[in-house]
């Protein structure tokens, strides 16, 4: 078991520690604590990915559209072109 590099043996001092400094009546409650500010983490983090990707989905549509759009563009500059060019001038 390896969390943060933090193995077994290392996770048992800090909680022997942990003991000694807070008392065996406050570890619960500082636990709990400790449990909604990393959900609230998460959470956050959940969401900035859902709407990261949401904003790159609407980037990657908007880029579709317009390489659909911009031959057309071109075509129909160029036709409009030769109509101008192919007209008689006096």
Known sequence: MNIFGIGLPEMGLIMVV?????????????????????????EASNEFQTEFKREAEQLEE??????????????????????AGSSPTS
């Open 18 to 42: 942990a003991l000694l400094i807070f008392g065996p009546k406050k570890l619960p409650e500082i636990g709990r604590s400790l449990g909604k500010t990393i959900r609230s983490f998460q």
């Open 62 to 83: 908007a880029v579709k559209t317009t390489a659909e759009l911009e031959p057309k563009k071109i075509e129909s500059a160029k036709s409009q072109q030769d109509t």
